[in-house]
Every structure is written in C-alpha cells, then in structure tokens.
C-alpha cells in the first residue's frame, strides 16, 4: 500500500474536491463537498481545508496544490492572471504560497487574455489544460472545455496561445428559470441524452446557423402555443440550439484548427458536446474533466519538486515566498 | 367639446391601457396601471375595466375594443391565434365578443405562424400593425417591433405575410440580473443613449458578426476583472451586443427586405433601436407604437361599425357571438 505524497484540490465557486494522491498520481482518497467560494467566506478557507484533509486521512506535513476560485481575488489568496500566451511553466511560476498554515500551500493561477478585442480569463480550467496538454506538445490543436462557461482554447505546441468564453450553460439555467422559455421547459424537464431525436435536429439547425440562435429560441415558446411540444422536448431542442450554436460560434471563431476537437468533458454534458461536434463534422478526441484537473494538480505537484524522482518529500518546500 | 365614441384597450402581460377616443380617433382621456393579465385574475378582467372605465368618464354602453394578453388562453376570453398571411380584415374576423357583460366588448385576436421550421406567435403587436398597415398598402415592407420579445414582420401589399420573435428585451434582462454579468452591470447601472460610444461601439461589433453574440458576451465579465470596466459601459456593451445581434440575425433571416425598416418604438429604446438600425446602414421609418396600437384598436372599432360614418352608435352591437 503506497502513502499520500501530495493533496490536490480544485476549488470552484461552489463545489470543492479534495484527491490525496500517491507518488504515481494514483487516487487514494477523494472528499467532494459544496464548500466552494461562495460558502467558504464564512467558515475560512483554511479551516474547510483542514476539515477535509483531516476527513481524508491526510498527514500534517502533506502538502496540498490548489487550483480554481480559491486564487480570485474574492476567494482565500490572489494567485493574479498569468497572461497568453503561456504554458505549464508560466502557470507554475504563477503559483502563489498560501501564508501562515500549518503546511506547504499553493494555489495556481488562472490566465488573462489581454486583448483590446477579445479579452477574456479562466480560472481552473488552465489546470485542466495543464493535465491534458503534455499529451499534445507539439503541433496545434483546439480544445473546448464545456460548462457552465464554456472555453474553447487554442494551443500550438504545448502553449496555450489563445481562447474565448461562450456562456451556454448559464444561458440554458437563466433561459429555462427564468424567460418565457420556463413555461415550455416546465420544471421537471428531463435533460436531453444524445441520441434524442430532438437535441440532434435542433443541433443541425444551430450548426447551420453559424452561432446565430436568435431567431430560433422563441420557436420553442411557440412550438408550446400551436404544437404542443412536450417540456422534455422543449429542454432537447433548448440544449441542442444552444450547444449546436457554441459549436457553429467557436468554428468560426477558430476556423483554420476547427476540424479536429479535443473535448475535456465528464458525465452526460461531454456526451452531449461529442454529439455535437460530430454532427457538425469535427473529429473528436476525449479527456474527462475530472481526470484533467487532477492531472494538472499532480504535474504542477511534480514539478514544484513535491514528488518523483528528485523529490526529497514534502518538507522540501517552505510555506515563505 | 366631441364625447367619447369608443374606448380602447391595451390588456398587456403586466401592464393595462386605455383610452376614451372621440368619433375621430382623438384621445379624451387616458388610464394606465399595472393590472396586467398576470395580476387581473385574481380581481377579475370585467371588473378591472369597468373600474378603469368608470375613473376615465365612460358612459355605461360606451362599446370597448381590447388587444393583447386579455385574449390569451390564460387571460380573459380565449381569442384563438388567426394563422397567416393575414390583413385587418382577417384579424377583425377573429376578433371575440366577452360575453355577459352589460356593454359591448370585443378582443383582437393574435396571430400564428403555423410553420414547421419557424412556428411564431404575437398577441398585442398585430394591433400595432393594423395602425400602420393602411400607410403601406402596396409593396413589402420589413417592420422592426423592439421590445422583451422583439417581433420582425414582413408585410406585402397591406398583408402580414411571416414574422420571427428575437428575445432581445428578456435577455438583457436575465443577463444583466441573474448571469455572471450582474457583477459588472451592477444593480444601478444606467440605460445606455444612442450616441453612447460604448453602445456604439458594441452593436457595430455584433453587425458584423452576423447575429452571433456567443464569443462577445464573457468580454464584458474580463473587460470588468482586466479593464477596469465601469457598469455603465457594461450596460451599454451589453445593450449594444445585443441589438446589433438581432438586426444582424434579422437582417440576415429577411435578407432581400432589409434596407428599409418600418421601426415601431417609444421612447428611448426606440431611440436605441432608431441609432443602431442607421449603424446598420437601413434606411428608419419610425412610427410611436402607442399611437399605433391606438390607431390599430380605433382601425378595428371603425370596420365594426362603432364609430365613423355608417355607424348607428354602440348599440348597434350585441354582445352575442
């Protein structure tokens, strides 16, 4: 039986996720809780932290990678933006030390894309990237991250040169609880799988729209009124306009590299996404979300010296800037 | 001194309006409140309007002719959608009497676009068409309405022939209220003016993004985080992405008509509307859409015989179907 070497935590806005991790990366322990950002003003980040540890079996000394709302400036220490292009070193020397605890402490960065046309940030997904992107060092390649905000990222050879923020699923949430489209989706809709008929038609038409969804969503409204269409249906075809839509957008706005695709999903959303994206034509390859962010925590772990082969242990790394 | 020879009503989702006119279309008086469909079930449609009657002055048979949500299935009397094309012969000719009330009263129906590609639906605004149609008798006309749900209407020669929803007005609202861009618009941040260089600047964008606001609207939440941008400027970009989107997407979906928009406003979003059309490079012919849901409810009292020259009085109608 192996014994943790390092603590990874992925702490978003409200969810947070704890791994203990053994000198291979191999998961020993996980604690999932809804102590995101949000709710961690109250009880203090470091004790949440501790809790959990605690909870997981984790040694004193074992040093923990944090990664996600944690470092905003409205979360527990400000890790600022690391700004484009960058790779997994420049994220790294971003990394900030967490002062006064017990333990090692470090929380990643996000990025910054400062641009005057398209600025844009992430926070948490660049250790996605980081877990996935030393499997495509060179060459380049696009990666769509699907959520709640979406990002679509460009890399060439290793480093992340470019990306843009689609807000689809909190259009989905804001659409279906709160516009007219909530009498047609009703309360209990079923989210769509994907090979519903529904989701796939309402994908083609988006697809065909080039990331204009304007005309199409009170179609669903109306489609209540003269066709009875069923709130399960009307949840498929809201799904399908808006993730066909993303897709359409994103391609345009990325076209030269837009053929092949490299999904970082989990669950039924990356099913839906590689619907998506095969109907509109891309090649997909998939990474699971889940195992990205870990595998970005491990490598950021690694290369700070925390474990592998040059690793002297945990109680190499001072908690002093 | 003329004496009132109609009374007209707007019965909207939230809002009431009406108006005593004289034999010539003149405005005698005027009543405005919030007992919309929403809030009239619990008070009753028949008694809100004959207290509203009673405030403006309004003789006891004095007829009242009604449009909007008032004949929706969920309001006062069902006024079943008429399908297109339709004239104002075609929406008088489903006009439904309220029965068991002690005066004469008729609701407008609303019209439906029974297609399988494009179902649409509008109840209030083909009121305001019917004010403005008999200007336009001959030719096709492209008809911008801006509003929560901003309808584009094609007519030709005097008939409404097709019409597409945009949901421009809610989706400022959901977004600027419950999205991740509240933090930027903030909760006091003022509506953007039409020589706004923020708002100008925003919906020239989106003109040329041919109605995909997808990859623009994340810039304002990093334009707040990297820029320093001010809620004003959120709002005005926001407002600006948005209805430069929908005159894209529109002029996009009714292509060959698009040069020249019948813009059927008030106050200042017409101003908006008026300012980003010209951006758009459309000639603006604007008409005050009070005055057209006016001129289209005394349009429909005169072809019922109430008012005008062949016209015995209100009596001449019974309130049996």
Redesign the interface.
Same mark, same amino acid.
């Given at each position: 039986v192996t014994s943790p070497a390092v603590a990874a935590a992925d702490w978003g806005t409200s969810s947070f996720r704890l791994w203990l991790l053994d000198a291979a990366g191999t998961v020993l322990a996980e604690r999932r809780s809804g102590d995101g950002m949000l709710t961690a003003g109250a009880e203090g980040f470091g004790p949440i932290l501790e809790r959990q540890l605690a909870a997981a079996g984790a040694a004193a000394e074992l040093p923990v990678i944090v990664c996600g709302m944690a470092g905003a400036r409205q979360g527990w220490i400000e890790a600022p933006?690391v700004t484009l292009p960058a790779g997994l070193d420049g994220i790294l020397a971003g990394a900030v030390p967490v002062p006064g605890q017990s333990r090692t402490i470090r929380i990643l960065p996000g990025l %910054?894309? !400062?641009s005057a046309?398209?600025?844009?940030?992430m926070r948490g997904e660049e250790t996605q990237l980081a877990g996935i992107l030393p499997l495509f060092t060179s060459g380049r390649h696009l990666i769509c991250m699907p959520g709640t905000?979406s990002k679509w990222v460009e890399a060439a050879d290793g480093v992340i040169s470019g990306f843009?923020?689609?807000?689809?699923g909190?259009?989905f949430s804001?659409?279906s609880k709160?516009?007219?489209l909530r009498h047609s989706l009703g309360e209990n809709a079923a989210p769509a799988l994907p090979d519903n008929a529904v989701f796939r038609a309402a994908c083609a038409?988006a697809l065909t729209?080039?990331?204009?969804?304007?005309?199409s969503?009170?179609?669903i409204?109306?489609?209540t009124?003269?066709?009875d269409l069923k709130p399960d249906e009307a949840a498929a075809t809201l799904s399908g306009l808006l993730i066909g839509?993303?897709i359409?957008? %994103?391609r !345009?706005?990325f076209d030269a590299a837009a053929d092949k695709v490299i999904l970082v999903a989990s669950g039924p959303l990356g099913s839906l996404y590689a619907a998506a994206l095969k109907l509109a034509g891309c090649a997909v390859l998939q990474a699971d979300a889940d195992e990205a962010v870990r595998a970005g925590l491990f490598e950021a772990a690694k290369r700070l010296g925390w474990v592998g082969a040059d690793s002297t242990g945990s109680q190499s790394e001072s908690t002093t800037p």
């Open positions: 933006y %910054a894309q !400062r046309d398209a600025p844009d940030v905000h843009r923020t689609w807000l689809t909190e259009l804001v659409l709160q516009s007219i038409d729209q080039g990331g204009d969804v304007g005309p969503l009170f179609r409204r109306a489609a009124l003269l066709n839509a993303e359409a957008s %994103a !345009r706005v």
